[in-house]
């Protein structure tokens, strides 16, 4: 069974830096995607980007170009998603979720990491 | 990339049916199979509940079905129970980008 562990929270200043994991274990990370998704407090899901792990192959959302860059070390198992100068307008909840290469649907889920940007 | 339609909210009584509608263009739920819904509860991690249009997971339950006409999916919760009240996203593979878009979700209510 597939399994993706994120850190819980991360509390952040406007400006500050942040990257936050994606760790996954259970499957051959050689045919495996991982997607990032945003929930803004209280609206729906939104995809950010996906990731392939063999080769890097990112595609981003047009929304979301500029907004954040994934990322993926497959020594380490995991991916990532990072943020140079955060807005306030970050705040939310972010998942990475998983596909089998070939496949188009994503049937494991991280907790989430909930990221707060207050100054 | 706009959100595919979905309803807002759908409502109905335990041991009903409900349908929720998703759709889209040509470019993305009308142009290929690969249309998924997720079940989340409030304060929970998405669940997938549907893959390919028609197909459900290994122990999601034969009451949730999915179908396909054009540009439009749907999903169809039979025989509804209280703990089927959850918000609801169909979520679609993009040919063109290629990428993936969300519907913009539906909240289901079990009066």
């Known amino acids: 069974e597939v399994q993706l562990v994120q850190p819980g929270v991360e509390v952040k200043k406007p400006g500050e830096s942040l990257k936050i994991s994606c760790k996954v274990s259970?499957?051959?990370?050689?045919?495996?995607?991982i997607g990032w998704v945003r929930q803004m407090p209280g609206k729906g899901l939104e995809w950010m980007g996906i990731i392939h792990f063999a080769d890097s192959d990112t595609r981003y959302s047009p929304s979301f170009r500029g907004q954040g860059t994934i990322s993926a070390d497959k020594s380490i198992f995991t991916a990532h998603l990072q943020w140079n100068s955060l807005k306030a307008s970050d705040t939310a909840l972010y998942y990475c979720?998983?596909?089998?290469?070939?496949?188009?649907?994503?049937?494991?889920w991280g907790q989430g990491t909930l990221v707060t940007v207050s100054s | 990339q706009s959100a595919l339609t979905q309803p807002a909210s759908v409502s109905g009584s335990p041991g009903q049916s409900i349908t929720i509608s998703c759709t889209g263009t040509s470019r993305d739920v009308g142009g290929h199979n690969h249309v998924s819904w997720y079940q989340q509860h409030p304060g929970k991690v998405p669940k997938l509940m549907i893959y390919d249009v028609t197909n459900r997971p290994s122990g999601v339950s034969n009451r949730f079905s999915g179908s396909k006409s054009g540009n439009t999916a749907s999903l169809t919760i039979s025989g509804l129970q209280a703990e089927d009240e959850a918000d609801y996203y169909c979520n679609s593979y993009i040919s063109s980008s290629p990428n993936y878009v969300f519907g913009s979700g539906t909240k289901v209510t079990v009066l």
């Open positions: 259970g499957y051959s990370l050689t045919s495996y995607w």
């Open positions: 979720a998983g596909a089998v290469a070939g496949t188009s649907w994503f049937d494991a």
